[in-house]
T-cell receptor, first 111, second 119 residues
Framework: ETGVTQSPTHLIKTRGQQVTLRCSSQSGHNTVSWYQQALGQGPQFIFQYYREEENGRGNFPPRFSGLQFPNYSSELNVNALELDDSALYLCASSRNSYEQYFGPGTRLTVT | AQKVTQAQTEISVVEKEDVTLDCVYE???????LFWYKQPPSGELVFLIRRNSFDEQNEISGRYSWNFQKSTSSFNFTITASQVVDSAVYFCALSEAGGRETSGSRLTFGEGTQLTVNP
C-alpha cells in the first residue's frame, strides 16, 4: 500500500450536480496530483497542487477545481456534472522524487 | 507536446512464458523521466520503475527488466517467466524534469497494455 487514501470509493451522481472527492497524501509528501481515467484509457492529468497552490493544469474546463490544505490533503471539485465525467479519479502524492504514488481511486458514475 | 504510445492493446500468454511490453515516447525535453505502472483489477496504480533520461543502463528487478533506448525513444518492459498474478494493465508514462522546486510534475500516460497470463 502507498499510504495514499481517497474517499469515497464509489459515487453516483446525476447530471448537473456537483461532487467533491478527497485525497490524503502519503506522510511527508507535499504535492498532490489528480488524474481522470475513463474506462479503457490511460489516466489524464487534471491538475497538481504544491504547498496549497495550483501548480500546473491539464486540458480540463474550469468546472474542475481543487484545493490543498495545510496538511497537504486535497479535494477535487467538479461542478455541473456531465455524463462524460464518469470515470475513475486518481490522486497521487509525491515529494521531490518524481515518483508519484497513487491512491485506490474514486469511481464516479454520472447518470 | 509529450506523447506516449503503447501499441499493444492486449497480450495473452501462458504462464512461464516471457513477455515484452513496448513503449515509445515523444518529447522535446532533453531531461525527462520515464515510468512503468501496473494497474490490477482493483484499480490502484502500482509504481514499478522510474528512469532518468540520462541513464540508459538497463535495469533488472527479479523477473522484471527494462530496456531504455534513447536512440529509438523506447522504454520496453519484459517479464520473465510470467505468472498469473502478473495479469493487469500496464502503463508507460513520461514526465518532464524542468528542475523546478516542485516535485513530481505531470505524468503523460500511454493507453495501457492489458496483459493476461493464463495458467
Amino acid at each position: 500500500e502507498t499510504g495514499v487514501t481517497q474517499s469515497p470509493t464509489h459515487l453516483i451522481k446525476t447530471r448537473g450536480q456537483q461532487v467533491t472527492l478527497r485525497c490524503s497524501s502519503q506522510s511527508g509528501h507535499n504535492t498532490v496530483s489528480w488524474y481522470q481515467q475513463a474506462l479503457g484509457q490511460g489516466p489524464q492529468f487534471i491538475f497538481q497542487y504544491y504547498r496549497e497552490e495550483e501548480n500546473g493544469r491539464g486540458n480540463f474546463p474550469p468546472r474542475f477545481s481543487g484545493l490543498q490544505f495545510p496538511n497537504y490533503s486535497s479535494e477535487l471539485n467538479v461542478n455541473a456534472l456531465e455524463l462524460d465525467d464518469s470515470a475513475l479519479y486518481l490522486c497521487a502524492s509525491s515529494r521531490n522524487s518524481y515518483e508519484q504514488y497513487f491512491g485506490p481511486g474514486t469511481r464516479l458514475t454520472v447518470t | 507536446a509529450q506523447k506516449v504510445t503503447q501499441a499493444q492493446t492486449e497480450i495473452s500468454v501462458v504462464e512461464k512464458e516471457d513477455v515484452t511490453l513496448d513503449c515509445v515516447y515523444e518529447t522535446r525535453d532533453t531531461t525527462y523521466y520515464l515510468f512503468w505502472y501496473k494497474q490490477p483489477p482493483s484499480g490502484e496504480l502500482v509504481f514499478l520503475i522510474r528512469r532518468n533520461s540520462f541513464d540508459e543502463q538497463n535495469e533488472i528487478s527479479g523477473r522484471y527488466s527494462w530496456n531504455f533506448q534513447k536512440s529509438t525513444s523506447s522504454f520496453n518492459f519484459t517479464i520473465t517467466a510470467s505468472q498469473v498474478v502478473d495479469s493487469a494493465v500496464y502503463f508507460c508514462a513520461l514526465s518532464e524534469a524542468g528542475g523546478r522546486e516542485t516535485s513530481g510534475s505531470r505524468l503523460t500516460f500511454g493507453e495501457g497494455t492489458q496483459l493476461t497470463v493464463n495458467p
